[in-house]
């Protein structure tokens, strides 16, 4: 395979049909398979018949694991990781809802030129054109902080005087839409799977950077990402319970918490601090 693409899905039905539609054109026209692995967590809505409806429409690329629970994000998703066969791993969101064939094709001519490169994402940008702060600096208490109260004044800023074209290294990007290279995957590993919703795309970004490689930012190609955001705010209460306890447990793994000065020089990452 060439490509395989992981995608979550938690009761979307309000996008995981224009999810899938729009990554099954951006993959075709190739001459090597490609595959989409779905694993759905338990979902009680209207998921479950519209991915048995792609099951039957698209036998050659589909391929569905169905949960009777929520399993999280990491053991969900290293479930399909584990069967993968595709050279390229893709990890998305069921709320990507406009992935453009550039895209995909930039980013693995990318991730094809630059070995040093573990992990390639896109610009995104809300359903209406906003700029979305898809990447970010290690996260401290602060910085968390920031971006649970503030987050659409940073990225009212952000958007307004980041360079549109400037590739360049990050130290993280959320996990709505990642491309690497299998030989990456077999280098880091899989998600930590004592991580049950998030932060596992920090940890992930954080153990690429460890492993000597880069997490690199290409925004002249982007993907449109409808954010449900379950965990800011307080009104879904478990999964912002669960979230704190995955950023102590990342600091209490990475060893900071309020500065990531001692964490960038293990790392040999200098440029911030």
Request: a positive charge; aromatic letters at 10%.
């Amino acid at each position: 395979m060439r490509i395989s693409a992981i995608i979550l899905s938690f009761n979307s039905e309000a996008h995981i049909e224009r999810c899938l539609l729009s990554l099954i054109a951006g993959l075709n026209g190739t001459a090597e398979p490609d595959e989409i692995w779905v694993i759905d967590n338990g979902s009680i809505d209207r998921t479950p018949t519209i991915l048995r409806r792609f099951e039957e429409d698209f036998p050659r690329v589909m391929r569905v694991i169905y949960h009777t629970y929520n399993l999280g994000t990491t053991i969900s998703r290293n479930l399909a990781l584990r069967r993968a066969t595709g050279r390229y791993l893709m990890v998305m969101d069921s709320d990507v809802i406009e992935l453009p064939r550039k895209t995909i094709d930039t980013l693995i001519e990318f991730l094809g030129m630059d070995r040093t490169c573990g992990i390639a994402v896109p610009r995104l940008i809300y359903p209406d054109g906003r700029f979305q702060l898809s990447t970010d600096v290690f996260p401290t208490i602060p910085r968390k902080l920031q971006r649970f109260f503030r987050l659409r004044a940073i990225e009212a800023v952000v958007g307004q005087t980041t360079p549109p074209s400037e590739i360049g290294s990050v130290d993280y990007a959320i996990s709505a839409l990642w491309l690497l290279r299998r030989d990456v995957l077999e280098r880091v590993g899989v998600f930590d799977e004592r991580i049950f919703y998030s932060p596992e795309d920090v940890d992930y970004c954080l153990r690429v950077w460890k492993a000597g490689l880069r997490v690199v930012y290409v925004p002249s190609v982007h993907a449109v990402h409808d954010a449900r955001e379950i965990s800011r705010g307080f009104k879904r209460p478990r999964f912002t319970v669960s979230h704190a306890q995955g950023l102590l447990y990342l600091f209490a793994k990475h060893r900071y918490g309020l500065s990531r000065k001692r964490l960038y020089r293990r790392i040999g990452r200098y440029e911030h601090e």
